[in-house]
């Protein structure tokens, strides 16, 4: 394998080698070895839904969720290594981080539970799983980088986000005030779906 790429491109590496070789040495650079991204505004792809990935990188290559980072690396991805890439972070495990603003947590926590019925903001686990492991088209948030997740939140409530199906996120996202936001992504970076 390592002579192969030292001749350059004398066999053309399986699938799932080719998948590996993009994971470690263009993917590591910001998600990290495992998937699993030190960098508060980078977010953890390991153990994400396989289809999600799948999306995700569809909709960053065709402009459909929008990225000034993404965008660039997806710019040289070929279709085929979508699957790939995607079966091979979805193996892989999210690992749960700790929430840095504590008192946010308990706020966190029901919101996530139970929304805001005042304001209408619909509880998250009904879509997300009561644990936040996600499922389906529906991905994992539990355990992810709570910067990434507050971000996101404001990218759709903003509607520079705009890749969720019917609207879902951006309705969502755009009842709730900037505190509901960052507690429930403190609660969520600390949420352990196993
Ligand atoms: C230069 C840094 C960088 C590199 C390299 C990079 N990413 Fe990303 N990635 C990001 C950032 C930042 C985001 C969040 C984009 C946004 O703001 O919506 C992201 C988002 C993603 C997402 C969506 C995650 C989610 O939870 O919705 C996937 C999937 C992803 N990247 C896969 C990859 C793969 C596969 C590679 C390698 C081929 C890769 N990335 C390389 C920085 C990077
Ligand atoms: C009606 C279903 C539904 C509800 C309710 C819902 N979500 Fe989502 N959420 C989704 C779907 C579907 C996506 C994936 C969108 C896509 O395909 O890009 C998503 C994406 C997200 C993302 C981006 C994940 C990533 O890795 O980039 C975050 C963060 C998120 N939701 C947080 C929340 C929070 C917090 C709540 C509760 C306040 C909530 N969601 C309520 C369906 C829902």
């Known amino acids: 394998m390592a002579a192969a790429l030292m001749l350059g491109a004398v ?6 080698e080719d998948a590996k070789t993009l994971a470690s040495t263009v993917c590591i650079a910001c998600h990290g070895e495992d998937g699993n991204s030190v960098v508060p505004m980078f977010p953890k792809i390991a153990g994400l839904q396989e289809e999600y990935i799948v999306k995700q990188l569809k909709d960053f290559m065709s402009g459909k969720r929008k990225s000034d980072v993404m ?6 991805l070929k279709a085929e290594d979508v699957a790939p890439l995607a079966a091979h972070y979805s193996s892989l495990k999210m690992k749960v ?8 947590v308990e706020a966190g926590k029901l919101m ?5 019925e005042t304001s209408g903001v619909p509880a998250c686990l009904g879509c997300h799983q009561p644990m936040g492991a996600g499922k389906d088209i529906y991905p994992r948030i539990a355990g992810q980088q709570s910067e990434y997740v507050l971000q ?3 990218n759709f ?3 520079d986000r705009s890749n969720d ?3 879902w996120m951006r309705s969502t996202a755009k009842r709730m005030t900037e505190a509901e936001m960052r507690a429930v992504a403190e609660y969520l970076a600390g949420l352990d779906a196993k």
């Open 11 to 16: 066999a053309v590496p399986a699938q799932a």
């Open 71 to 76: 965008g660039p690396v997806v710019a040289n």
């Open 97 to 104: 981080g700790e929430a840095a603003d504590k008192k946010a």
């Open 112 to 116: 996530y539970q139970d929304g805001n």
């Open 152 to 154: 996101q939140l404001k």
């Open 157 to 159: 409530a903003a509607g």
């Open 165 to 167: 199906p019917n609207r």
